[in-house]
């Protein structure tokens, strides 16, 4: 069993930064591809930056050019550092693992507050 732990959420002003962190417990993590999705109360969860086994990136066009999505194989751990915060960033922040199709991990997820 596959497990995520996200870390690094919290209280911040806007404009302010914030570094994510997912640790993942698989020696599979280096092939697997990874993203952060995040949900705010009374939305649906939405995918906010994705990460493949390759480095390939992509970003969410409200995030794009202040989010940055990384990993560190070394450390079975992928990263969001998430710089000029804004109050529409708050959520919860959920990472997401998958190897493919078939088999996808979610994390417990972990509160980002953004106040204005």
């Known amino acids: 069993q596959v497990q995520l732990v996200e870390s690094g959420g919290g209280l911040v002003q806007a404009g302010g930064s914030l570094r994510l962190s997912c640790a993942a417990s698989?020696?599979?993590?280096?092939?697997?591809?990874m993203g952060w999705y995040r949900q705010a109360p009374g939305k649906q969860r939405e995918v906010v930056a994705t990460?493949?086994?390759?480095?390939?990136?992509d970003y969410a066009d409200s995030v794009k050019g202040r989010f940055t999505i990384s990993r560190d194989n070394a450390k079975n751990t992928v990263y969001l550092q998430m710089n000029s915060l804004k109050p529409e960033d708050t959520a919860v922040y959920y990472c997401?693992?998958?190897?493919?199709?078939?088999?996808?991990?979610w994390g417990q997820g972990t509160q980002v507050t953004v106040s204005s």
């Open positions: 997401k693992g998958s190897r493919n199709i078939w088999a996808t991990y």
């Open positions: 698989a020696s599979t993590f280096s092939i697997m591809s």
């Open positions: 990460i493949t086994s390759l480095g390939s990136t």
